[in-house]
């Protein structure tokens, strides 16, 4: 993956910058939501841009990656995410989840790793 040159870059409500002067990408972890995405590292500033946008799709823009490849690379991204929350939820919240929602989280968390196993070596690569 490679940056394209002399591409403005959309952060959200109105933050645009040229696609060379970012060096980073961050994603927000607390208090993430609307208007607040990631942090963005811009080459002269001290301090990161909040965009609104994730990090993602604003990489996409930045490296011109086909939309198809770049949301399936989110798509596995967001899975080890759920994956890895899940993994941290006990066993008597898990049974509580199971008989009062009736939603089976081991089931959920075995299917997240069977697909996660079944992506191509070619996507896994590019994480």
């Known amino acids: 993956m490679r940056v394209e040159r002399g591409l403005m870059v959309p952060l959200g409500y109105g933050k645009y910058f040229r696609s060379e002067s970012i060096i980073g ?8 939501g ?15 841009v909040i965009a609104s946008r994730s990090e993602g799709a604003i990489l996409r823009d930045l490296t011109g990656a086909p939309h198809e490849a770049a949301k399936s690379q989110e798509q596995q991204q967001l899975l080890h995410d759920i ?8 066993p008597l919240m898990r049974s509580i989840i199971r008989d009062q929602g009736r939603w089976d989280l081991d089931r959920l968390e075995e299917r997240i790793n069977d697909v996660l196993e079944d992506i191509p070596e070619a996507l896994a690569r590019h994480e």
């Open 83 to 90: 994956a890895d929350t899940l993994g941290t939820i006990n």
């Open 25 to 32: 990408l961050e994603p927000i972890e607390e208090n993430r």
């Open 34 to 48: 609307p208007g607040m995405r990631t942090q963005v590292f811009v080459e002269g500033r001290s301090e990161p």
